[in-house]
């Protein structure tokens, strides 16, 4: 089954071979599969040209040894946003007007606050 496939969707095609399938009925049977509506994970876009480059590097230090690796720095950073957690999704039926709690209310520019780190295995002054 295509995951972006939408439960509406999914009722048609039923519809379409097995006659009458109500959506709720639909529904009902994605999440005793196990098929529940989630977020998309977002993940960096990788081009050839760059998965390339990490399978050589990797082939590359695959083989360094335990004193090499303690020569090695690593580093990342990333960003937190100040406002914490914010739903992504509201429940309300189709028709029913907008109220106060079918909102959320956000600021124009989020502060927010890097960090950064880095992962040492053995000693800076080795």
């Not at 977002?42 to 083989?63: E, N």
């Not at 004193?67 to 990333?78: A, I, N, P, R």
Request: proline share 4%; charged share 30%; hydrophobic share 35%.
């Amino acid at each position: 089954m295509h995951p972006y496939k939408t439960r509406r969707y999914l009722q048609r095609e039923l519809l379409a071979t097995s006659g009458n399938v109500d959506s709720s009925t639909v529904r009902r049977r994605l999440i005793e599969a196990g098929r529940l509506t989630r977020k998309p994970i977002k993940k960096q876009l990788l081009t050839p040209a760059m998965k390339k480059k990490r399978l050589h590097w990797t082939r590359k230090y695959l083989s360094g040894t335990a004193q090499d690796w303690k020569k090695v720095l690593f580093s990342d950073e990333t960003h937190f946003y100040a406002q914490g957690f914010r739903p992504r999704c509201v429940r309300r039926n189709g028709g029913e007007p907008i109220r106060k709690q079918h909102l959320i209310q956000t600021v124009k520019h989020h502060q927010k606050q890097m960090f950064w780190v880095i992962l040492l295995l053995g000693d800076l002054a080795a």
